[in-house]
C-alpha cells in the first residue's frame, strides 16, 4: 500500500435509517487500498462504534479520516451533549442510553471500551454542553 | 458446514442469499446487542439474532459477517432485506426459539470461537 487518502463524511443525529454507511464506507475505501483484513476489520469497527455514538447522542457532526502507509487516523467530533464522566463512559456496561436505543441492540456500554479494544491509540475531548471529539488511530506496520 | 446444511438443521427459510448457500460456516455468534457481536464475535461467523432492523446488516457487514439467522420466525422489513441483498449478506429466518436455534447447530458441531472448538 503505497497511496494517502483522506476525506470526511457530514453525520446527522438520530438519522438512524443512514447510521452505518460512513463506517460502510470506509471499510470500503481500506478495502479498495488493500489493507490487511483483520486490520480493516478493527478499523471498521472502532469507525461503526464512534458513528453510532455521535448518532445516538449528538445534534450533528462529522468523521474525518486519513489513510497513510503508516496509519489510519480517524477523528469523529460533534455538537452534542458531551461526556460528564470520560472515565466512566469507559466502563464496559456503563451507557446513558434510553431504552429505545437499547431495543435496536446499541447502548449496552460497550462501544468506548469496543473502540479502545479495536485502536492502538484513542483521545477523548469532551465539553459538556458543546462536544464531544474523538480520535483513533490503527498502525498498519505494527508488529503483532 | 455450509449454509445450506444450517437451513436444513433449522428448517429455515431462505429470505436473500439463495445463491450462496454453498458458503462455508465454521463459527457462530449469538446476540441481540450489536455491540456485543462487534466485541466479541470472529470474523466470518454466522449471526444468530432476534434482531431485525437495518442496524444488524450495518454491524454484520462492519463485523465481516458471514450470514444471518433471524430466530422465532421473525421476519425483517423490506428495507433490510434490501440492505443485506446490496451487501451481499444472506439472510434467513427459523422457527426456532434462540436457545433452540444455537442447541441444534451446537449438536451438529458448530462452535463459537476458535478455542472452543474440540
Do not use: W
Not at chain 1, 7 to 19: E, M, V
Not at chain 1, 125 to 140: K, R
Not at chain 2, 38 to 46: E, G, K, N, P
Amino acid at each position: 500500500m503505497s497511496t494517502t487518502k483522506e476525506g470526511a463524511f457530514f453525520l446527522t443525529g438520530r438519522d438512524f435509517t443512514n447510521a452505518g454507511t460512513a463506517s460502510s464506507e470506509l471499510k470500503g475505501i481500506l478495502e479498495s487500498m488493500h489493507v490487511q483484513p483483520d486490520i480493516v476489520r478493527r478499523a471498521a469497527i472502532a469507525a461503526f462504534e464512534a458513528e453510532m455514538n455521535l448518532i445516538i447522542y449528538a445534534v450533528a457532526g462529522m468523521m474525518n479520516y486519513s489513510i497513510t502507509p503508516e496509519k489510519i487516523k480517524v477523528v469523529v467530533s460533534d455538537m452534542g451533549p458531551g461526556i460528564e464522566n470520560i472515565e466512566l463512559a469507559m466502563t464496559e456496561g456503563y451507557s446513558t442510553a434510553p431504552d429505545y436505543i437499547r431495543e435496536m441492540g446499541f447502548g449496552s456500554g460497550m462501544g468506548l471500551p469496543n473502540i479502545k479494544k479495536n485502536a492502538d491509540e484513542l483521545k477523548i475531548n469532551s465539553v459538556v454542553g458543546e462536544g464531544t471529539t474523538l480520535e483513533f488511530v490503527i498502525y498498519l506496520n505494527k508488529a503483532p | 458446514m455450509t449454509l445450506d446444511d444450517i437451513k436444513k438443521i433449522l428448517g429455515a427459510v431462505v429470505l436473500t442469499g439463495n445463491d450462496d448457500l454453498d458458503t462455508e460456516i465454521t463459527r457462530a455468534y449469538c446476540a441481540d446487542l450489536m455491540s456485543d457481536v462487534l466485541a466479541f464475535s470472529v470474523t466470518s461467523s454466522l449471526l444468530i439474532t432476534g434482531l431485525t432492523n437495518t442496524q444488524v446488516i450495518r454491524t454484520a457487514e462492519v463485523a465481516d459477517i458471514k450470514a444471518i439467522i433471524f430466530i422465532r420466525s421473525k421476519r425483517p422489513e423490506g428495507e433490510t432485506i434490501a440492505l443485506a441483498e446490496r451487501k451481499k449478506i444472506p439472510l434467513l429466518v427459523t422457527d426456532f426459539s434462540m436457545f433452540d436455534t444455537c442447541g441444534r447447530l451446537y449438536e451438529k458441531g458448530l462452535r463459537s470461537q476458535s478455542g472452543e472448538n474440540v
